[in-house]
C-alpha cells in the first residue's frame, strides 16, 4: 500500500517550474516488482528532512489522500528555534495567508486566512535556542516556520521567515503515524535525527542519545 521513506533535507520532493533535482527521480527503484512508480502521498520542503510517505499504486493515494485530508494522520516533527518559550508547552491557533502573489508559497498570519493550528511543547533548551515537538493540526503550506516565527522564535537556519544560516534549517519530520487498515493498528514510522541536527539538537538535549536515534 504504501512507503515511508526518510527524506534528506536540501532537495524538492517533486519537479517545480524551473526544474532542477527532486526525489521524483529516483522512485524507479522503489517500483517492488510494481508496473509504476510510487507516487507522494504529501509534500515536505526542500530543506525539512525525515518521513516522507508514498502511495505504491492509484487506490493507495485515494486512501492516503483521504486520510491526510481528514486529520487521521498524526505527525510530530523536531525543531530548533531561535528564542526561549516564555512556556513549556501550548497551542497556536493563528490563520496563514499568501504573503504576496509574487512570493510563491510564502506565507504570513491572516485573520482572513485559513484555519492553522500546531500543538507545541518544549524538550530541552539552551542558551537563545529551544528544541520543541511539533505537532500540525492542520495542513497549511510553511505552517510550523510560520507559527514559530510568529511567536518570536523562528526556526534556526529558516532563511525565509528566521535569520537563515550555514547549519542548514533545523526542522525535521521526527514520527507519523497512519491509520491504514481498519482491523489493525495504526503503523508509526520514526526518522533517525539527521546528522545537521545532531549538534544543535545535543545543546539543548545533552541526554538525548543521537546516534541511535
Not at 96 to 111: E, I
Not at 139 to 155: E, K, N, S
Amino acid at each position: 500500500m504504501m512507503l515511508v521513506i526518510d527524506k534528506p533535507a536540501g532537495i524538492a520532493v517533486h519537479r517545480g517550474p524551473k526544474g532542477g533535482e527532486n526525489l521524483e527521480d529516483y522512485f524507479l527503484p522503489l517500483r517492488f516488482g510494481l508496473p509504476r512508480n510510487p507516487a507522494l502521498a504529501h509534500r515536505l520542503d526542500r530543506d525539512t528532512s525525515g518521513c516522507l510517505v508514498l502511495g505504491r499504486h492509484r487506490k493507495a493515494l485515494e486512501k492516503l489522500g483521504l486520510l491526510f485530508k481528514q486529520g487521521k494522520i498524526e505527525k510530530r516533527y523536531w525543531a530548533v528555534v531561535d528564542g526561549a518559550p516564555a512556556e513549556d508547552e501550548g497551542l497556536i491557533d493563528l490563520p496563514l495567508g499568501r504573503l504576496d502573489a509574487d512570493r510563491g508559497w510564502w506565507m504570513k498570519p491572516d485573520p482572513a486566512g485559513l484555519p492553522a493550528k500546531t500543538m507545541w511543547r518544549v524538550l530541552g533548551r539552551a542558551d537563545g535556542l529551544a528544541f520543541v515537538e511539533l505537532a500540525p493540526l492542520t495542513g497549511r503550506t510553511h505552517q510550523l516556520r510560520v507559527h514559530c516565527a510568529a511567536l518570536g522564535w523562528p526556526i534556526l537556519g529558516d532563511a525565509i521567515y528566521g535569520k537563515g544560516g550555514a547549519m542548514g534549517l533545523q526542522l525535521h519530520a521526527r514520527m507519523i503515524t497512519i491509520p491504514l487498515y481498519k482491523t489493525k493498528e495504526p503503523v508509526t514510522i520514526v526518522a533517525p535525527v539527521p546528522s545537521h541536527m545532531r549538534e544543535t539538537l545535543a545543546a539543548c538535549d545533552p541526554g538525548l542519545l543521537l546516534e541511535s536515534t
